[in-house]
């Protein structure tokens, strides 16, 4: 399978009467997003905001956060918003250096993720330093939530199709080719290499409802798969319905893919990819654990994989239950863990200690907290008096100058695929 | 380091085997009841560890 | 903003120049300004201060001697708090160097936890790994990782000076997602105190998982990231087949030990363990608690209730069990670090072993 990712470097944002880029600026036709959106009955009103670096905006209630990214043929974010056709191959068109920052401005939820444009936020996290585009919708009353939820994910996806479309026929400044064919080495005489993808986990899910995140679906309760990591690049797998130290740009971006295909037929071979979901109960986690283990051994025939996690301590269980089930086959691991705590040692709080599992990365401490002292004067998705997430039950307001924020919800600081410099230490 | 797999819970810290506030004659009651247990889970086999209140 | 930082410092006798095991009973002294290494100190404080045009004065040094202070860590840290008032407006605090002196790192640990606790400064001593004061107060202040050699002063008071100007200047590098300004125990060479901190590193998550699977494919080294702690597997052992037959032995961690103390053992952080004949010990005017963890008053009016000998002399008479050794192991192990622990239960282990007719023992913990 081969994909070829087209990506135009956007340096400024600025409103147009036609969508466009034009040397390095993204125009933008607010009206015409904006009624692109509204098609959709569910939602009531949309609020398109162009946002800068320094602007003193912070943006609520984000759901997602998205690179603007369309087929040049084929669908945009199959099974989303259209029939579902296999993601992975042909041109995709991507803007770097802008997203969408997608808001449900009508959430219920109690944890929302957070955007600053300014503040400490611009010294961790990459979208606070980038022009974006903010999608902020609002329900029809009486709206389903969850329906809602999944209205304000669409909406998100047609803005980055719609934006990327605007750098069509443009000669790219840069492409990106990703070719791999799961059955042939690259180079022989070569270990090797898969990626198990935990990429969800059903404990968290809102309302008892999963969210959609494959080609339109949700993964919860099936089994393993084996999909061609292009799928992963090019839309098939996008974000929840909340930040969980991880987001679309996250997947359309996913950094331990990304670095495979950098070492392909260099020292390794890139085998494939193993996607899963974590399990809340043993019985499914046992079976789904060696069919994990068989799929990486006998279908894909790795000699390693790298396992990484989502957000969660339920899912160190399945990780590690994965890591032993692929050791026992003869498949080597590297495993991911997050710290939970902030007190304690890294052996203390991985919550796994099996004897084989003997390579180990700290991928983030998502439950780790910041300080930040903002205050906004412009609010998107949300008011002043938007309710903030604490773990302490303390009340803390968008408006408040100084807020105390666990980072998972700091949107961009992590990256549960591995894109962040970070390793958790001790001090 | 953990691994201690048999446990009889004692009565204090300043007294494991003893209780002050007692009279003699009970105290020393308490006492023998307290090994009793001790001898009952040393000849007893365990699978793990295992803690008594006396 | 040229400022001139204010320090304060506490020595031993043996440091302060009082003398040594004959001094070791001191109360305190209050002198002004550095005593011994003290001035060094304040010349590395210095040394570090022109890097950002600052000056450091050494205002004063409290002496006290080790057996005084480390008797009662907590009242004594008090006690000095309240003699060092005048000098509350400090900027940070010293104590030691201690290395691997018993008494003394417990001595540096209480202060260095109770006047941060009281004044809110960087408080930094500095210790060897196996000593007392450094499980129990490493996360309390800053210690200083030190061998057990008292001659390696001179390094030692250059890093605590370096680590002291780095707390007192804290920078706006981003170093840590929390935003936080904590030094890095790495490259500050202090032991770690229970924290965890994501830290930005100079390879992504994704790099460094491809270069440790690929490594371990190979069959090449690589460093783990988290070594996570394994719990010692041994074979559960098996009940005693046979009371009446059996014959136990009494250890324990309590303090109980022969009047005099003839093996000097410490009532808090004690390393050494003892062999005592158990009747002579448990004989009046035999014995004398040796333990600063618990009221000794109960066991000294009766040691039965520590190591209940009487009942098992009742139950060795009716015949419900065999008999009981005459050694008696004794390990009073008040704050007693668990490594040291666990080597001399090994060795009293192996000294039961020895003795080839204990087929059981009681352990009573207090």
């Known amino acids: 399978m081969r994909l070829e990712i087209d990506s135009y470097e956007i340096k400024d944002l600025k409103e147009g009467p036609k969508t466009c880029v034009e040397n390095g600026v993204l125009y933008v036709n607010k009206k015409e997003l904006e009624e692109l959106i509204l098609q959709d009955a569910n939602i009531e009103k949309v609020d398109i905001q162009l946002v800068y670096p320094g602007d003193k905006t912070r943006i609520l209630n984000v759901q997602d956060v998205i690179q603007p990214r369309a087929k040049v043929e084929g669908q945009d974010f199959p099974g989303w918003l259209g029939k579902i056709k296999i993601a992975g191959s042909g041109k995709t068109l991507s803007l770097d250096g802008t997203y969408v920052i997608n808001s449900n401005a009508s959430t219920n939820r109690i944890e929302s993720g957070l955007l600053d444009m300014d503040g400490p936020m611009r010294k961790l996290s990459p979208y606070a330093n980038t022009p974006n585009v903010v999608v902020a919708s609002y329900a029809v009353a009486g709206t389903e939530e969850r329906a809602f939820e999944d209205s304000v994910k669409c909406a998100g996806f047609k803005a980055a199709a719609y934006l990327a479309n605007a750098a069509k026929g443009l000669a790219p400044d840069k492409t990106e080719v990703f070719d791999m064919d799961m059955y042939k080495n690259k180079k022989e005489g070569l270990p090797r290499i898969g990626y198990i993808f935990q990429c969800y986990s059903p404990q968290f899910d809102y309302l008892a409802v999963s969210d959609k995140i494959f080609y339109g679906r949700a993964l919860t309760g099936t089994l393993p798969l084996v999909i061609h990591p292009n799928e992963i690049l090019d839309g098939g797998v996008m974000g929840w319905n909340a930040l969980k130290a991880i987001d679309s740009v996250s997947y359309q971006n996913n950094a331990i893919i990304k670095e495979l295909y950098k070492h392909d037929g260099v020292d390794l071979n890139f085998g494939g990819v193993i996607l899963v979901s974590a399990n809340t109960d043993a019985d499914n986690r046992d079976r789904n654990c060696q069919i994990v283990a068989d799929l990486a051994k006998n279908v894909l025939n790795l000699d390693g994989v790298i396992i990484s996690k989502i957000l969660g301590g339920m899912p160190h269980i399945d990780i590690s239950s994965m890591g032993v089930a692929c050791e026992n086959a003869g498949v080597k691991t590297c495993v991911h863990t997050t710290p939970l705590t902030a007190v304690g040692t890294l052996g203390d709080t991985i919550l796994f200690n099996d004897e084989c599992l003997t390579a180990i990365v700290t991928s983030s401490s998502p439950f780790e907290r910041t300080v930040i002292n903002f205050k906004a004067e412009k609010f998107i998705g949300g008011t002043a008096e938007t309710k903030l997430y604490s773990s302490e039950m303390k009340l803390q307001l968008a408006g408040d100058e100084r807020i105390n924020i666990e980072q998972y919800l700091t949107a961009g600081v992590h990256d549960h695929t591995g894109g962040r410099k970070v390793q958790t230490l001790e001090y | 380091m953990l691994g201690v797999n048999r446990i009889v819970v004692g009565a204090a810290v300043p007294n494991p085997t003893g209780n002050p506030k007692l009279e003699p004659e009970a105290e020393h009651e308490y006492r023998r009841h307290l090994v009793e247990e001790c001898l009952k889970l040393l000849s007893t086999d365990v699978e793990g560890p295992t803690t008594v209140v006396a | ?366």
């Open chain 3, 1 to 366: 903003m040229a400022k001139e930082f204010k320090v304060l410092l506490y020595l031993n006798n043996a440091f302060g120049g009082y003398g040594f095991e004959e001094a070791a009973g001191m109360g305190f002294d209050l002198n002004e300004g550095p005593k011994g290494p003290g001035n060094l100190l304040q010349a590395q404080l210095n040394k570090q201060g022109e890097a950002t045009g600052d000056t450091y004065k050494v205002v004063a040094t409290l002496c006290a001697g080790d057996d005084f202070f480390s008797a009662e860590p907590e009242a004594n840290s008090a006690k000095a708090i309240e003699l060092l008032d005048a000098y509350k407006d400090a900027d940070i605090f010293f104590a030691g160097p201690a290395f691997a002196a018993g008494r003394y790192t417990v001595s540096c640990g209480a202060l260095c936890e109770a006047i941060g606790a009281a004044w809110g400064i960087p408080c930094i001593t500095g210790m060897d790994e196996q000593s007392p004061g450094t499980d129990i107060y490493r996360k309390k202040c800053y210690i200083i990782k030190t061998g057990n050699n008292a001659r390696e002063v001179p390094q030692t008071v250059a890093k605590m000076a370096r680590l002291g100007h780095a707390l007192l200047h804290p920078d706006d590098v981003v170093r840590l997602t929390s935003l936080e300004y904590i030094p890095d125990p790495r490259e500050y060479d202090y032991f770690t105190r229970g924290q965890l901190r994501c830290t930005y590193v100079d390879r992504t998550v994704a790099e460094r998982s491809v270069d440790m699977i690929v490594k371990k494919v190979n069959g090449e080294e690589f460093v783990s990231e988290v070594y996570p702690d394994r719990f010692d597997t041994f074979d559960i052992p098996k009940a005693v087949k046979d009371l009446s037959k059996a014959k136990i032995a009494f250890v324990s961690d309590g303090g109980l030990v022969y009047k005099g103390n003839p093996d000097h053992c410490q009532t808090r952080s004690n390393l050494v363990w003892a062999d005592y004949d158990l009747r002579t010990l448990m004989a009046p005017g035999g014995y004398e608690v040796v333990h600063a963890g618990y009221f000794n008053d109960y066991v000294n009016q009766d040691p039965n209730r520590l190591l209940p000998l009487d009942v098992i002399d009742e139950d060795i008479k009716a015949g419900k069990l065999g008999g009981i050794s005459d050694h008696y192991m004794s390990m009073p192990a008040c704050t007693t670090v668990s490594a040291q622990c666990k080597k001399n239960g090994a060795e009293i282990g192996e000294k039961l072993k020895a003795l080839g007719d204990v087929d059981a023992v009681i352990l009573t913990s207090t």
